[in-house]
């Protein structure tokens, strides 16, 4: 069974960190690129980052490029998202999601998201 558990979410004050992380299971790791969502309320979801396990290649959104840092650890099969300088419009329930291959294509699974509060 796949399955893709995020953790690490929580309420923080403007300014401050939090490290999401993503924890894989029931498919090959090192085939699959992960990605990292979120949907703000009333807000579409929109893709924030992603890693391909295979060979590192990383992938920003313009709206965090500089503040998050996306990192695999191929040993544990989990991906982690270090989130910076937070600001308010960061909140949102955060995914992460798997692909086969690269970022390129639509996600094949999804974790249940957790909840990223940023009070200003």
């Known amino acids: 069974e796949v399955q893709l558990v995020e953790s690490g979410g929580g309420l923080v004050q403007a300014g401050g960190s939090l490290r999401l992380s993503c924890a894989a299971s029931?498919?090959?790791?090192?085939?699959?690129?992960i990605g990292w969502f979120r949907q703000a309320p009333g807000k579409e979801r929109e893709g924030v980052s992603c890693i391909s396990s295979s060979d590192g290649s990383t992938y920003y959104a313009d709206s965090v490029k500089g503040r998050f840092t996306i990192s695999s650890d191929n040993a544990k099969n989990t991906v982690y998202l270090q989130m910076n300088s937070l600001k308010p419009e960061d909140t949102a329930v955060y995914y992460c999601a798997a692909v086969e291959g690269d970022c390129s294509g639509p996600m094949d699974y999804w974790g249940k998201g957790t909840l990223v509060t940023v009070s200003s």
């Open positions: 029931g498919f090959t790791f090192d085939d699959y690129a």
